[in-house]
């Protein structure tokens, strides 16, 4: 490798100098990474364990289901948990007078 004078560069040479070391550390950072994925990958092919196992980490994502709170008395599997939307059956049965604690569980 040639050894660079930086002294003597100007201002445009040393950014452009810069652009090209901080490109080559992306570059150099993202092939480390995929190396140490194939290096894991194999390790744990070579295995019965899964990484949440090893870890301790749910796959899931997002909340947890919530559990219903109420119910439609005429069909008891219709339900709401009290999140987001209030499903028709129940806005319906509000606007004729009811309240929103009759369709407890």
């Not at 040479?13 to 990474?33: C, F, M, T, V």
């Not at 194999?42 to 947890?64: K, M, N």
């Not at 008891?76 to 049965?93: D, E, H």
């Amino acid at each position: 490798m040639a050894a660079v004078n930086i002294e003597r560069m100007t201002l445009k040479q040393l950014s452009d100098l810069e652009d090209k070391i901080a490109r080559a550390k992306s570059q150099a950072q993202e092939n480390a990474k995929a190396d140490l994925k194939a290096k894991i990958d194999r390790l744990i092919a070579s295995t019965d364990f899964t990484v949440a196992e090893l870890y301790g980490f749910s796959t899931r994502r997002g909340r947890s289901k919530s559990a219903a709170k109420y119910a439609n008395p005429d069909d008891r599997n219709q339900t709401w948990t009290g999140r987001g939307r209030k499903p028709n059956w129940l806005v319906a049965r509000l606007k004729k007078g009811a309240k929103l604690e009759d369709f407890s569980i």
